[in-house]
């Protein structure tokens, strides 16, 4: 079965950096794009960033854009969230998604929680002032 796991999060303080990762298995990887969302309490689950399968394609929220870079490694398996210039906004739960499809037809899509079908357990991020 389909199984995707995060690591990587942590609290640290603004400005500083955290480098999430989500481990998959269960089906080949290197067919499907990839999503990193997140939600804060009492926010509704915000897309942060895309990759295609071959990572061809990357989509980014506005709020990271120049922060944040989304990568992954097909042969482990894993797909990468580096974040820099941390801000106490961007203080959630993160999680890795699976996109139903090899990249996402549009921007509006590869930030789209409906464009997903699998979800991780989700890995937290504190970022304090």
């Known amino acids: 079965q389909v199984e995707l796991v995060e690591s990587g999060g942590g609290s640290v303080e603004a400005g500083g950096s955290l480098r999430l990762s989500c481990a998959a298995s269960?089906?080949?990887?290197?067919?499907?794009?990839m999503g990193w969302f997140r939600q804060a309490p009492g926010k509704e689950r915000e897309g942060v960033a895309s990759?295609?399968?071959?990572?061809?394609?990357?989509h980014y929220a506005d709020s990271v854009k120049g922060r944040f870079s989304i990568s992954r490694d097909n042969g482990r398996n894993t797909v990468y969230l580096q974040m820099n210039n941390l801000l106490p906004d961007d203080t959630a739960m993160y999680y890795c998604?699976?996109?139903?499809?090899?990249?996402?037809?549009?921007?509006?899509?590869?930030?789209?929680?409906?464009?997903?079908?699998?979800w991780g357990q989700g890995t937290q991020v504190t970022v304090s002032s």
């Open positions: 998604a699976r996109l139903r499809y090899s990249s996402s037809a549009s921007y509006s899509q590869a930030l789209s929680s409906s464009a997903y079908d699998y």
């Open positions: 269960g089906y080949v990887f290197s067919d499907k794009g």
């Open positions: 990759i295609s399968s071959r990572a061809l394609n990357r």
